[in-house]
């Protein structure tokens, strides 16, 4: 199959939206549509923000735009588009597979399933407890508190399209557990907890990505992702003081 210009950069914006809305940062996505680019001979330009993907054919005659939606990052189609683009630019692979593996990657569900979810984010939640003088019934605590604010976290993302407020939710449900759980006394420190417990919901991708962008000089996209992880820890510190404050109240503040 010999592609066409205006097939060519169609794929490159298709390309660019799939790495952007998993978690790609601009550079790479600029980078890649324009390997895929030159080796389907037809050298293109592109340009990636938050919200849109350009792409244009460097004879000027057509220029493609991508509108893109970030939700939920997805770093192993990040991977997948990656290995397929490095095998269409060695040469290994035409420009038709190129086309039908985008489009697999583009429409497949590929996930962890709910149990190793589960299993991952209580994990997650303990790790940080090593860096505490913790006690080990605070350390299981926070495993299973990590799992709550995670389920909590995932429950209303799946019923809101509001943004922040499945941050938010996941922090009020550990604010409330850890410092009930100190209240009633099983657990010695709420605050170690809280800390260890919040893990799971920490925006690491997008605040590795928003530095990576700074130090990169892509000033604008990097400050929009670092102001949205900023707002997504403030609703999660937010739903934790509201939790922990609530158990007070109810406890006469007696902690």
């Not at 205006?6 to 914006?13: E, M, P, Q, S, T």
């Not at 799939?18 to 549509?33: D, W």
């Not at 938010?168 to 099983?186: C, E, K, M």
Request: aromatic share 6%.
């Amino acid at each position: 199959m010999t592609p066409n210009e205006k097939n060519v950069i169609a794929l490159c914006g298709r390309v660019g939206k799939i790495l952007l809305e998993n978690g790609a940062e601009t550079s790479r996505v600029e980078s890649t549509a324009e390997y895929i680019g030159a080796a389907a001979g037809v050298p293109v330009s592109c340009h990636a923000t938050m919200t849109a993907v350009f792409v244009d054919a460097n004879t000027g005659t057509h220029t493609h735009l991508v509108k893109v939606r970030t939700k939920n990052f997805n770093l192993r189609k990040v991977d997948d588009i990656n290995s397929l683009s490095r095998q269409f630019t060695a040469g290994h692979i035409d420009f038709a597979a190129l086309s039908a593996g985008v489009a697999t990657i583009e429409n497949e569900k590929k996930d962890f399933t709910l149990p190793q979810k589960i299993l991952g984010a209580g994990l997650v939640s303990v790790a940080p407890m090593l860096l505490f003088k913790a006690t080990w019934g605070d350390l299981g605590l926070a495993f299973f508190v990590g799992i709550a604010g995670y389920l909590a976290s995932l429950w209303a993302d799946q019923r809101t399209v509001t943004p922040y407020i499945a941050s938010g939710i996941g922090g009020l449900v550990i604010g409330l557990l850890a410092t009930l759980l100190q209240a009633i006394g099983w657990g010695s420190n709420a605050d170690n907890i809280i800390i260890s417990a919040l893990m799971p919901l920490v925006p690491g991708v997008a605040i590795t990505n928003s530095l990576r962008e700074l130090i990169g000089k892509e000033t604008i996209s990097g400050t929009v992702r670092a102001i949205d992880a900023v707002l997504v820890a403030g609703a999660i510190g937010g739903g934790v003081v509201v939790g922990s404050a609530v158990i007070r109240l109810l406890t006469g503040g007696a902690l």
